[in-house]
């Protein structure tokens, strides 16, 4: 199930652009106008939602942070438990990491070794609010599997299409982003 015309020109017209944020060059894709906005939000959440139901999922794994608002949010809806991936350092128990290369360097996400241990055979769905070259949602990916669950999705708010992060993701999980962006 994909979206409809008129619902994505409502999420799409909820997102504002920010020139040169964080650094010169770069187009931001912010989402807290998306988020302020009761319509569009709740336009979203259906969305994914009804496409979601029938997945029989058992989690909803959110990249820190913004992947964290969305996850959330559906796993209530769903049904289902939420995992956070977070940033290096600060998740309290034991953890599994991955690294993945930025611009320039290094950075390091992390989950709970035991974070699905709670059901057997856990089947999850990965959030976060934009994929752009992939590496973060690559590494997320790799560490769902590692805990032992299968990753059965990666779902993105918008996609980066003249970017390849969504073709490199695909070779290893299926890719749905809700809205692509030229
Ligand atoms: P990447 O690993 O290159 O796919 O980058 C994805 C992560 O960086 C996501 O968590 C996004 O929230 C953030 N990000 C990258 N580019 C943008 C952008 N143009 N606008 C908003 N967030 C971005």
Known sequence: MTLNEHDRTIIMDSIRD???????????KDITTLLSDKNAYGVLMKHLHDRYSSYNLTHIAGIDARGFIFGAALAQMLGVGFIPIRKKGKLPYTT??????????????????DAFSNVENPQVLLIDDLIATGGTAYAAASLINKVGATCVEACFIMGLDFLDGQKKLSEVVPVYTVIGVD
């Open 18 to 28: 920010i020139h040169d944020f964080p650094k010169p060059g770069i187009v931001f």
């Open 96 to 113: 599994v990491s991955e690294k993945y290369s930025l611009e320039y360097g290094v950075d390091e996400v992390e989950v709970h070794i």
